[in-house]
């Protein structure tokens, strides 16, 4: 065994330094020690959340969304928080995330709304009772935080999230009230869920324009956290007008828009293909004009469908991810 190499005090003594000699062998048995538990360490395994479930019942809730109730034939359901999604995967190969729409407290079944509205919902309003769907998660992207009260603001199928959210608020005898918008009232699901007294329930078909960011802030309390589910200029509205007092929560239905953005290059190594990124767009949507099979979902960065190897060996989630790149596609 060779011995230690002790560093030379650093005064110039030229004699071994006894602190620096006692690290130095201290840090080499903690490698040993490391090394010896990574050895025994079983390898990590990826936790496989897919759940199989039964589509126990679908009902039409507005003009256009349609609800499902999924049931686990072999139990009760895993628990979850209001602001959970599911991970639906579709026989097509699409994934798309839905809010979970019923009441945390009874895990006897999940309810998820999907307003059709592309092919991927087309595909959701075709499952009938009987069904049997493949989901992931729960998993909260939205977390309802404990505050002292609370002001909700949803736009059309927005509820979905907030629905469970306005309950627990309730239930907590928390101040709360809720500003519910859509195009008209035949386009709004689950108006008949919602107390009357603390709902503002506004449809654009009655006011001629859609809600002002003060008109959706109206009667905010200054201790009030914000929670905000609905289309982007319904979010930009909330964001403009909401006083620094105020912390805000927000899940969108479509990506943000890209601001400040600049144009790149991206080459698909496999393909051959080269795209010029225009500041205004993601990778994806020029990726998929040339590839229309590539997967995504959230398309804000968050579920991982979209991400891919890139040729320095990281990997890219496209839908977010901005700049020159060479992708393994
Ligand atoms: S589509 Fe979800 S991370 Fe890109």
């Known amino acids: ?26 840090s080499a ?22 759940l199989s479930l039964i589509v126990d019942a679908v009902r039409a809730e507005a003009s256009d969304v349609m609800s499902l109730r999924l049931v686990r034939p072999d139990g009760s359901l895993p628990a979850w928080r209001p602001g959970a999604h599911l991970d639906l995967l579709l026989p097509s190969g699409a994934v798309r995330q839905y809010s979970l729409c019923s009441s945390p407290e009874d895990l006897s079944h999940y309810r998820i709304a999907v307003r059709r509205i592309g092919p991927a919902s087309r595909e959701v309003h075709a499952l009938t009772a009987g069904t049997r769907v493949t989901v992931r998660g729960p998993r909260n992207a939205f977390p309802f935080v404990a505050a002292p009260a609370y002001h909700f603001v949803a736009g059309g199928i927005g509820i979905t999230p907030i629905l469970p959210m306005v309950h627990r608020a309730a239930t907590l005898g928390a101040d709360w009230r809720l500003v519910y918008t859509g195009r008209d009232l035949a386009s709004m699901p689950f108006l008949d869920e919602l107390p009357a007294d603390r709902v503002w329930v506004r449809p654009d078909s009655e006011f001629g324009i859609p809600a002002s960011g003060a008109e959706l802030l109206k009667d905010l309390r200054a201790d009030a956290a914000v929670y905000c589910c609905g289309p982007a200029p319904m979010i930009t509205s909330v964001r403009m007008d909401l006083p620094r007092t105020n912390a805000v929560y927000f899940e969108r239905f479509s990506p943000p828009p890209i601001v400040d953005g600049k144009p790149y290059r991206v080459e698909l190594r496999r393909s051959g293909h080269t795209l010029d990124v225009p500041a205004d767009r993601s990778t994806l949507d020029l990726v998929r004009e040339v590839l229309p099979d590539v997967p995504y979902s959230c398309r804000q960065g968050f579920c991982g469908t979209c991400e891919v190897a ?19 596609l």
Do not use: H, K, N, W
Not at 1 to 26: E, H, I, K, W, Y
Not at 29 to 50: G, K, N
């Open 1 to 26: 065994m060779t011995a230690p190499q002790f560093p030379p005090r650093l005064d110039g003594s030229g004699r071994r330094d006894r602190l620096m000699s006692t690290l130095v062998a201290v």
């Open 310 to 328: 890139s040729a320095d060996g990281g990997r890219v989630r496209i839908c977010v991810d901005r700049g020159p790149a060479v992708l393994e």
């Open 29 to 50: 048995a903690y490698r040993r020690l490391a090394e010896f538990s990574a050895r025994r360490r079983p390898p990590v395994q990826a936790v496989d959340r897919r």
